[in-house]
């Protein structure tokens, strides 16, 4: 779901931009389907935690160090200040975030390595683990590389190199990349389900010797060239040369041949 705004329009509005689409996605969701909503940096706001709780949306929203955070027990620092060393992970249950002291249910900070920056998260699933909540931050990524596959002109569809006045227009071609995408991620899922399904082979597929003809030991299924005695150099040229004058041009051993009416 997306909503196009002109971005002229936008100025000192964002805010409310974001909520009417977290509200209109609220009611195209049965209710009974249970959401969490993943955010990056730019959309960490207390209104938006206070929104998400409203409508009924779990969340994992990343946050900036500098927000000050405090623990269950009184303890108050910025949010750089509760990050571990050595990339360990610390959840502090029930923190308050922003000077503000806005409750979350928890509070998750950590830097592995790898990371350019810490990642500070809070989430509203208290009864996750640290860990989860990392995995389940980890997914938004996903995100990124949809942009790439739609932006890109190269290895995606090009809309960065479209220039469309009239939203209603931008809003049909991100609806036909949509469509697309999901198409290719169902294809990409059924060919794995496929592929998964075959049973395992448990033998050894045979092998051909290149050289088989010249061999004087009967080659082996593993590996055939360290089984293969030859007897001479000689031996070898003139059997390969017999085996490859032995098929039609433009054939190959163990393949069938096409023949013309």
């Avoid at 409203?54 to 160090?65: A, H, L, N, P, T």
């Avoid at 810490?118 to 990524?141: D, K, Q, T």
């Avoid at 999901?182 to 290149?210: I, K, N, Q």
Wanted: hydrophobic residues 40%; positive net charge.
């Amino acid at each position: 779901m997306w909503l196009s705004v002109q971005k002229s329009t936008l100025r000192g509005l964002r805010n409310e931009v974001e909520d009417a689409v977290v509200l209109r996605l609220r009611e195209a969701i049965p209710a009974e389907v249970k959401v969490t909503l993943v955010a990056d940096r730019g959309f960490a706001d207390q209104k938006l935690y206070a929104l998400l709780g409203q409508v009924g949306f779990e969340y994992v929203v990343r946050f900036r160090q500098c927000i000050t955070v405090t623990n269950d027990k009184g303890a108050r620092r910025t949010a750089a200040d509760w990050v571990p060393k050595a990339g360990h992970l610390r959840k502090l249950p029930q923190a308050l975030v922003t000077a503000d002291c806005t409750q979350v249910g928890t509070v998750v900070c950590v830097k592995k390595k790898g990371m350019k920056e810490p990642w500070c998260l809070a989430s509203s699933l208290h009864l996750a683990s640290a860990a989860e909540l990392v995995a389940l931050y980890s997914r938004r990524f996903t995100i990124e590389e949809s942009f790439r596959d739609i932006k890109d002109l190269r290895f995606g569809m090009g809309l960065s190199q479209v220039r469309i006045a009239a939203p209603e227009r931008r809003d049909r071609l991100l609806l036909l990349s949509a469509l697309a995408c999901a198409l290719l991620t169902l294809l990409g899922a059924a060919g794995e389900s496929r592929a998964s399904s075959r049973p395992t082979p448990t033998s050894v597929a045979p092998t051909h010797c290149f050289a088989k003809a010249a061999c004087t030991t009967k080659p082996s299924p593993t590996c055939p060239s360290t089984a293969c005695a030859l007897s001479s150099s000689d031996s070898l040229n003139s059997s390969a040369s017999s085996l490859f004058s032995a098929k039609p041009s433009g054939s190959f051993e163990g393949m069938p041949q096409s023949s013309t009416p």
